[in-house]
């Protein structure tokens, strides 16, 4: 499985943004797929993924600003996050726990200005 992600950028407070996350490759062995967030000198933390079977997980910093979806072909999760605050501000990291292990893409950087 190789994992790619996209859509971070420069956003102002309160704006809204939308990540995806490609996966390719053997994606039925796919678990869960989903996303983690690194700010500047914190840890790396589970923000929102989402299961084979469609249950969904949500940090509590972001439940009611953000929306985990994904497509009918089941290649591709987007997360749609609202009423951005300067403390997401992060690299977002996809990440999917499949039969094959832990699989990382790519971090896309989402600054949050006030």
């Known amino acids: 499985v190789q994992l790619q992600a996209s859509g971070g950028g420069l956003v102002q407070a309160g704006g809204s943004l939308r990540l995806s996350c490609a996966a390719s490759?053997?994606?039925?062995?796919?678990?869960?797929i989903g996303w983690y967030r690194q700010a500047p000198g914190k840890q790396r933390e589970r923000v929102a993924p989402?299961?084979?079977?469609?249950?969904?997980y949500y940090v509590d910093s972001m439940k009611g600003r953000a929306t985990l979806s994904r497509n009918n072909a089941g290649n591709t999760v987007s997360l749609q996050i609202n009423s951005l605050k300067p403390e997401d501000t992060a690299v977002y990291y996809c990440?999917?726990?499949?039969?094959?292990?832990?699989?990382w893409g790519r971090g896309t950087l989402v600054t949050v200005s006030s």
């Open positions: 490759g053997n994606i039925f062995s796919i678990n869960t």
């Open positions: 989402i299961t084979s079977g469609g249950g969904t």
């Open positions: 990440n999917a726990d499949s039969y094959g292990g832990i699989v």
